[in-house]
């Protein structure tokens, strides 16, 4: 080693040790200045910076010390309680070293969807002689129990989200362009099992049950030869197809049941349908329509349900780009996306969305005009009238893509305010961010019209569907968060979606269920693999679960 690089190596050295030194003394002082107790529960979930998560079917719970505690200080300085106050008779504290466990009674279960509290006075000490800096409260929520047929009791206090099932009519299915047909027999076990179930309340369904824009643009949506003629023949063409027909009669079973209220909400897909066609396919349902093709339900007052299109600029209805017309670009772009899955299938997975997020109109329908030539190796001519349209939503003759394009691109931008107040939109939102709601979650609109100021009513729980994405997100994130968005997801067809598919909302509201919290669970509904049956059923499979604190 040459003498200039061992002079460097011994100063590093000998500065690397001073360096060392001067952290462990800090380190030590750092110790020293903080002499505290502190305590985890190392078998539970710390969810949302606030509170510990546990399944309701716990028998016990385990608190892990950072020193061992000293058992002759436990009794008196732990208590374990919940909204109607100390449950002491209801456990017993067991310690080893840094652990304590509360053990329950045999006659003691959890309440499921339950806020607990672990309360901890400066009087517990460790063998050392360190105690917490004060009085440190543990929140524990339970999980909630779903579906089950188990209950000592039947107490209806579960509400059910389902959207974005996308039934079509028997052309459809017999030229592979139905997106929904795969999911048939896992829904209607799904539907089975809330028309029996003791706990279900309302089934709500978001919208796109029905599916009327999903037809190849070289087929006429209104054809007399296969019996259709207008929309109401198109719908109940839907509802008597072999495919959909058992779950439509379990739908019907539901909504006569006199127990379970089947609320409906219009979506983009099926905003043409009305609330006496419904009647007649559904008879007994609740129709919850408000402007042309929108709708929204509020089961309680701070929560809130749509399906989500009102505040899409490609899907959500356009009463004024053409006057006499409601339906939207997306409409036409669905058509394409139809013309491709019928001719070629579908040849890798994606998301049946059919915009793009772009920053502007023509910008916006050129990317998804092309994308979908692309992915489907189509060849289209824009300029002829090859949309077959046989009086949908009132047009008569065919259309030509590029005619549909120059339709809206003259006025949709300039009369989006106008459009905003037909489809009585809560907030009115930029042109910009209603393009963007066509390609991502909607999270943020729904905080933006829904859960922070300056919007009419502040809600807690906003539940959409319409992106085909299932989630739950608390707003805004972390400790003080305020509400929860939810998105059902949807029945389409596995290989139609990059998301997971068969999802569903279950929400437990407090007022129903004489708890402290509203709990809302994301299911997934699989077959049962694991169980070993040769012929296994389809059983609920919890995604994630969130649960907000109910106004005092």
């Known amino acids: 080693m040459k003498p200039k690089h061992i002079f460097t190596f011994f100063w590093i050295m000998a500065f690397g040790s001073q360096l060392i030194l001067q952290q462990s003394c800090k380190k030590k002082e750092t110790q020293n200045e903080l002499p505290y107790l502190t305590v985890n529960l190392p078998k539970s979930v710390m969810q949302n910076e606030s509170y510990y998560s546990l399944n309701y079917q716990e028998r016990s719970i385990e608190m892990d010390f950072s020193e061992q505690i000293d058992s002759s200080t436990i009794k008196g300085n732990i208590s374990f309680s919940d909204k109607y106050g100390a449950l002491d008779s209801m456990y017993r504290t067991i310690s080893s070293g840094r652990k304590i466990i509360i053990a329950f009674q045999p006659g003691f279960q959890l309440h499921d969807g339950w806020r607990y509290l672990i309360t901890i006075t400066t009087g517990l000490r460790s063998t050392s002689g360190l105690t917490f800096q004060s009085a440190t409260t543990i929140e524990i929520r339970t999980t909630a129990r779903h579906l089950g047929l188990d209950y000592d009791t039947i107490k209806r206090n579960s509400i059910i989200c389902i959207s974005d099932i996308h039934m079509g009519d028997p052309r459809s299915v017999a030229l592979g362009y139905c997106w929904f047909s795969k999911n048939a027999a896992a829904l209607d076990s799904l539907l089975k099992i809330v028309l029996i179930s003791p706990q279900v309340r309302q089934l709500v369904i978001l919208g796109d049950l029905f599916d009327e824009w999903v037809v190849p643009y070289r087929i006429s949506p209104f054809d007399p030869l296969s019996g259709i003629s207008n929309s109401r023949d198109y719908f109940l063409s839907i509802a008597n197809s072999p495919v959909n027909i058992d779950i439509i009669n379990k739908l019907k079973a539901i909504a006569s049941s006199g127990a379970i209220q089947l609320i409906y909400v219009p979506g983009n897909h099926d905003m043409l349908l009305t609330q006496e066609i419904l009647q007649e396919i559904i008879p007994g349902v609740t129709w919850q329509g408000d402007s042309p093709g929108l709708g929204h339900y509020s089961p309680l007052s701070e929560i809130i349900m749509e399906h989500g299109h009102r505040y899409d600029f490609f899907n959500c209805p356009q009463p004024l780009s053409n006057p006499g017309h409601i339906l939207p670009p997306g409409y036409f772009i669905s058509r394409l996306d139809a013309e491709g899955l019928m001719e070629k ?124 994405d299932p989630l739950l997100k608390v707003y805004p994130p972390g400790k003080q968060y305020t509400g929860i968005y939810a998105n059902t997801g949807s029945w389409v067809n596995a290989e139609l979606c990059s998301k997971a598919v068969r999802t569903f909302l279950v929400i437990k509201p407090a007022e129903w269920t004489g708890s402290d919290l509203d709990v809302v669970s994301l299911f997934q509904y699989n077959l049962d693999s694991g169980s070993g049956n040769p012929n296994p059923g389809f059983i609920p499979v919890l995604i994630s679960e969130e649960s907000i604190e109910k106004s005092k």
């Open 345 to 468: 299938g579908s040849n890798k997975s994606r998301g049946p969305k059919t915009v793009s997020g772009q920053a502007e109109f023509l910008t916006a329908w050129t990317a998804a005009f092309t994308y979908l030539l692309l992915h489907y190796s189509l060849t289209v001519a824009p300029d002829s009238a090859n949309i077959r349209m046989g009086g949908i939503d009132n047009y008569p003759t065919p259309l030509s893509f590029n005619g549909v394009r120059d339709m809206y691109a003259g006025n949709i931008e300039n009369n989006w305010a106008s459009t905003e107040i037909s489809n009585a939109v809560p907030v009115t939102m930029p042109v910009l961010m209603a393009i963007l709601d066509g390609s991502i979650d909607l999270s943020l609109t729904a905080a933006y019209e829904y859960m922070q100021p300056p919007v009419p009513t502040l809600y807690k729980i906003v539940v959409f569907g319409h992106t085909h």
